[in-house]
C-alpha cells in the first residue's frame, strides 16, 4: 500500500464549486492537481470517442481509473501538502452509480494508492449548480453522486470533513485551518 499524509483530496459531487476551490488554493501558492475526469470528456469529444460517461461508460471508467493511478504516482513523492481535485475512490462511486459489475480492480487501486486520512467533501449546492459540456447530470443527480462518493470514502477508511457553503476564500481558509489542526 502506498500512503502519502500530505495528498488531500477534495471532492463531492458534480457541481460543488471544487475547481474554483482548487483555483483558490492555487492562488496561494499551495500545490494542486487538477481532477481527470473532464480531460477525459474533452478530450473524446475532439477525437469523437466513446470513452463518455454518457456513451461507452465502461471504458470511461477504465481510463478514468488509469489516469487518477497516473496522477498518484506522478505526486505521491512530493513533500508538503497538495491538493487533489478528486481522488481514486472518486472513480470507484462512478462505477457504482453506473452500475459497473466488474468494480475489483478499481477496490483494489483504492485499497493500494492512499492519500490523507482526511478527505475534505463538498455537498450539493443547488445555487452554483450548473450543467455545461461535460456536465450533463442534473442536480437531482449531482445530489446521489454526493451520498455515493461519501459511503465510498468512509467504507475505504476516509475520515470527511464537510466543507461548508461558504464563500470560495472562506471555504479556503476552513480547509487550511483544519489541516493545520491536525
Known amino acids: ?72 504516482l506522478a505526486h505521491a513523492k512530493e513533500e508538503g501538502v497538495l491538493f487533489f481535485d478528486r481522488g481514486i475512490p472518486d472513480t470507484l462511486a462512478y462505477a457504482q452509480l453506473i452500475g459497473l459489475n466488474d468494480r475489483k480492480y478499481i477496490e483494489l487501486a483504492v485499497n493500494k494508492y492512499r492519500y490523507s486520512e482526511q478527505v475534505f467533501i ?28 461519501r459511503d465510498v470514502y468512509e467504507n475505504a477508511g476516509y475520515t470527511l470533513i464537510e466543507v461548508p457553503q461558504l464563500p470560495v476564500e472562506a471555504r479556503k481558509d476552513f480547509i487550511i485551518d483544519r489541516i493545520n489542526s491536525i
Open 122 to 149: 463538498l455537498p450539493p449546492w443547488e445555487s452554483i449548480y450548473h450543467t455545461d459540456k461535460e456536465r450533463k447530470q442534473s442536480f437531482n443527480e449531482a445530489i446521489d453522486t454526493y451520498y455515493v462518493m
Open 1 to 72: 500500500m502506498l500512503n502519502n499524509k500530505g495528498l488531500y483530496v477534495i471532492t463531492g459531487g458534480p457541481g460543488t464549486g471544487k475547481t474554483s476551490l482548487i483555483e483558490e488554493l492555487e492562488k496561494d501558492g499551495l500545490k494542486t492537481v487538477k481532477e481527470v475526469a473532464r480531460d477525459i470528456i474533452k478530450e473524446q469529444q475532439l477525437q469523437g470517442g466513446d470513452a463518455l460517461p454518457w456513451k461507452d461508460t465502461g471504458l470511461y471508467t477504465k481510463i478514468m481509473l488509469e489516469r487518477s493511478v497516473d496522477s498518484y
